[in-house]
């Protein structure tokens, strides 16, 4: 058999995924996502702010935050994918946020929960 035709059997038999999330992988918490495009590749750098520790009188510390030249923000995380799979995951993403939505607004009487209709995946 040709390397052509094994390639082509591997990538067209589903296979179950096994989901391993190790002990070891460390969790950071994002405020800001960069996305970047080459080719037809995406690149997302998620990023966390911290905010700095003033002391003092609330006037003290207002005048400390806007002597501040910028706010830090670190990378905690880059992630690249092809834009394939970059379409899948936003499409999940925001098929998860407007189940999110509906769970916290059906309760509250609200019948149309979804965040923007115009992206749901029906």
């Known amino acids: 058999m040709e390397q052509q035709d094994l390639q082509t059997i591997i990538e067209h038999v589903s296979k179950n995924v096994k989901w391993v999330i190790p002990d070891s992988i460390r969790t950071d918490h994002a405020t800001h996502m960069v996305v970047q495009q080459q080719g037809s590749e995406f690149t997302f750098l998620f990023f966390e702010t911290a905010s700095p520790l003033f002391m003092g009188s609330v006037e003290e510390q207002i005048a400390a935050y806007n ?28 098929s998860s ?10 309760p509250k009487g609200q019948a149309d929960a979804e965040t923007n209709p115009e992206y749901t995946d029906n």
């Open 67 to 94: 002597a501040l030249n910028y706010v830090e923000a670190k990378c905690v995380a880059k992630v690249v994918m092809s834009a394939e799979n970059a379409t899948q995951a936003a499409t999940n993403l925001i």
């Open 97 to 106: 946020l407007n189940r999110y939505h509906s769970g916290q607004l059906a």
